[in-house]
């Protein structure tokens, strides 16, 4: 069978629902009518970004970039918060980082739980844009519910890499894509001794690696605690490992999506061929 | 300190790596997944060796201080 691809006016609606979602997680959702899921998405996001915030001591702000035009501030670029981008520019107004007041973020005790709340805020506001994308297609071509939307499997790549193809029976795909981007992980996380997913001592890196999703955040709990005495010979080649794992999850998230697009266009198709 | 089999090694396993989720990205089926990403291995291996032999050898020749 020919690839399906979605018609030009759904298209265009999925491009507005994921423009809206980034403004403002849950804006999309709200739109299409979907009230619980959109006090579901913004309520998360909002939590995890102002919680990250207080917690952190608002030194996320360190490690963003303002610009605008000579001394006027305008923008707030702050990689992953800007994918919350309304609320992530909300909190950079209305905090003042504790290290620019003169404390050493050493001494903010929940500073990485801080910066992991946050950074999966705007992390989740990216997946929740999907999430609201998916809806459109759920909404124009309805199917019974058994059917893994688009939206669905991309979020659950997010919670397990690989889990999105395993939901759309995909098994091999599953272990595969799952199986690359953990070992990848695990194995950059071990050459690193453990130690290298730390925002402070590399911010960069830290944003691909806050992609891997939950099993990388719970790992940058234990990780960013640790620190050590010595260069590693590997440790390059171990940031570089987590941080394109967390790149290619992204690679896995999209896929998921496209693949249970195309089941779902399929099925609608052929619905409607056993009908005529 | 870094060794030269150690680094082979861990390009061998990025260059699989990256060559089943490309192969797994643009293909559908197992057997195309599997073919594609030896291919794709082999000639991501190959050309990092190749530009890192160029830029060993001019090291030791004509950028020798």
Known sequence: MAALTPSLKMREEKTRMVTWSLLLPGAGHLILGRRWEALGWFALCQFLLFGGFVLAGATQLDYGRWIGFGSMKLLCLMAPECGNFLASQLAAVLFQSAENGGHSPELIPWRHLGHCMSGAAGVLAFFSAAHASGLVLVQQEPLPPRHVTPGKAAVATLLLPGLGHFLLGRKFKAVLFGGVVMSFFVLGLALGEFADFNRQRHPYYWIGQMFVGVPGWLGNLVASARSFAQVLPYQDAGLMLTTVAGLFNIVVGLDAYARSEQDWLEAKELKEQSAA | ?65
């Open chain 2, 1 to 65: 300190m870094t060794t030269f089999p150690i680094q082979l090694l861990l390009l061998l396993v990025f260059s699989a790596g990256l060559a089943l989720v490309v192969s797994a990205y643009r293909e559908e089926s197992s057997e195309k997944i599997i073919r594609g990403s030896l291919r794709r291995g082999v000639m991501f291996a190959l050309a990092v060796l190749v530009i890192g032999g160029i830029a060993a050898a001019f090291g030791w020749t004509i950028l020798l201080p």
